[in-house]
């Protein structure tokens, strides 16, 4: 029998599988690892979230995935980018809108 494996087991920069597979757009990856209870919000050595990859590389669907699973909007990296600032920054207005959108659902619902 198998040894239970720690899903948020980090790379040598931090990186957890959830993050690798936002990195590849590996959707349907993204959504096991969520399933399977994946810490959402981990940052690798750069302060970096699976969210903020996913803005980076302009994953929608992924983004709206970690959304709905309640990923951290206002974390900053090292650099003091949120996943915000990396959209607008990529060029990513359709992103950046839901995020917008996003960050008001949050507050009418707290």
């Known amino acids: 029998m198998l040894a239970r494996v720690n899903i948020n087991l980090r790379d040598v920069v931090g990186r957890t599988a959830l993050m690798r597979a936002t990195e590849l757009g590996a959707y349907r990856l993204v959504k096991e690892l969520l399933a399977k209870n994946a810490d959402i919000n981990i940052q690798d050595d750069y302060g970096y979230t699976a969210l903020m990859i ?4 302009g994953y929608t669907k992924i983004i709206k995935r970690l959304l709905g ?5 206002d974390l900053r990296n090292i650099y003091g980018l949120t996943a915000t600032i990396i959209a607008i920054a990529n060029g990513n207005p359709e992103i950046t809108n839901l995020f917008e959108i996003e960050k008001t659902r949050r507050s009418i619902i707290s």
């Open 54 to 57: 996913a803005s980076v590389d």
């Open 69 to 73: 699973k309640g990923a951290d909007i």
